[in-house]
């Protein structure tokens, strides 16, 4: 009876090798020594799994779980990634994950840049998934952030414009999330060194180039030494070397100048119910030749971003329009870790060069295009996610075959392009709404019950 029992589990569990073997020779040595008057049928069963033990021995298997069928049959070589954006820890979490060497060269001299990190950043259910499956931990994700209440557009006297609970560019009622940036590459830092992933501080990379000895991986020099023996040297950051031999020179690019001013502000309870209400945690005021965007970090500090078109004078010396209310003019005095910048915006897409169609390099993120520059729909960091999601896709979605990688890599580029001029074209069509003397809003996309009603009514 007892050899019967291990036939049936061996045919049930023999997909799941080389664990279900190991627990059925151990099942068998208790066959031979309770029944031995099957001492033959047991004896043949145990030399046969012990044989076919040994041959798993030998071969490469190496499987690396994941919920989304990216896995990697054996190790994939070693990735260098330059940057220190959440795109940049994304992409490392998952390909460290599939158990790829993975270096990430940072130029900060320590993570305490993440306390000035304020940016806004709106997650949902699906990038929270995502993230699950480049393999963060679902609970140290859902401990950073928090459900987002809803926006609000004030006029320069704190009248509401428009108001509502749906974020742009979210599904309407899909749970929505948001936190702060520094908050979400803290986390994501954390897990990639939890997963074995190294980091390099204080480290500038310089130019990479293709190694010589026949192996048809790429070295890289930086500071401190050289990085040899990489599979993939991808960056996200912009101005790099990387940027130089990979994107062609354009003489006609152009370019859109805005003063930006960001800071830190403590507000009253009475404030925060003029800007915020009851039920919004984020506002954008328009008017005036200028646009405030405004977040709760928490109950008491409020992070605002001011953007206004580029002037001769100093972003620094800008006043706040002479329209605003002075409870939004109090504010932003009394602000704290104040800050002033001229963003350039590029006009023009770039391209990639033929010569370098079979280089593992690539630029990537807002090495390319920047999105959501303004933070005005907080969406930055969720593109970088499915960006990172859509390259471990390509390089480990195949089990036996991992494809040629600059090929890849260009397919990449070539999507992250397209999608991401896009974005930026509708960041600029913002700009030029939010930053006009009677700025114009348009219409956010309704329901189809709303169009229903609507349309039965006319």
Known sequence: MG????????????????????????????????????????????FFLNMYAALLSFLPLKVVFSGTNMYAVKPWGSVFLIGCSVGTYAMGIGMR????????????????????????????????????????????????????????????????????????????????????????????????????????WETEAYEPFESSDGTDTWSLRKDYGFGTG??????TAANTALTAQLVAPDPGRIAVLFDVQQGVSDVETHDKGALFGDQSDTFILVGDGAALHGWLLDERRCAWRSVRRATTKNAADAEPGEQWD??????????????????????????????AYHHRISVLGDGLLPVDPFEWRGDNARCMIEEASTLCRAFYGKKYHRGDVATLLRGVEQDGIVKRANLLRRDLQDAEHFLAVHPLLQPEPSSTVDEAKKLEES
């Not at 073997?21 to 208790?30: E, G, M, N, P, R």
């Not at 006029?155 to 749970?175: D, K, N, W």
């Not at 990489?230 to 960056?235: D, F, P, Y």
């Not at 939004?328 to 010569?355: C, F, H, N, W, Y």
């Open 3 to 46: 050899c019967t029992h291990a036939r049936v589990l061996f045919l049930h569990v023999h997909k799941h090798i080389p664990i279900a073997t190991s627990c059925l020779v151990a099942y068998l040595h208790y066959c031979l020594l309770v029944h031995m008057q099957k001492y033959v049928h047991s004896f043949l069963l145990f």
């Open 97 to 200: 994950w599939r158990e790829s060497s993975v270096t990430i060269i940072e130029k900060k001299t320590s993570p305490s840049y993440e306390r000035q990190a304020n940016r806004r950043c709106v997650l949902t259910e699906q990038t929270i998934k995502l993230l699950t499956d480049l393999g963060c931990t679902e609970g140290r994700v859902r401990s950073i952030v928090r459900p987002s209440k809803g926006w609000r557009f004030l006029t320069p006297q704190l009248e509401v414009r428009r108001e509502s609970s749906t974020f742009p560019g979210c599904a309407i009622g899909e749970t929505t999330f948001h936190c702060e940036e520094g908050a979400l590459l803290r986390m994501l830092r954390t897990e990639f060194l939890r997963f074995g992933g190294s980091v390099n």
């Open 326 to 355: 002075k409870l939004v003019k109090d504010m932003l005095q009394r602000a704290e870790r104040k800050s002033t910048q001229v963003v350039a915006l590029p006009g023009t897409t770039p391209a990639i060069q033929d010569s």
């Open 230 to 235: 990489a599979e993939a040297i991808l960056t």
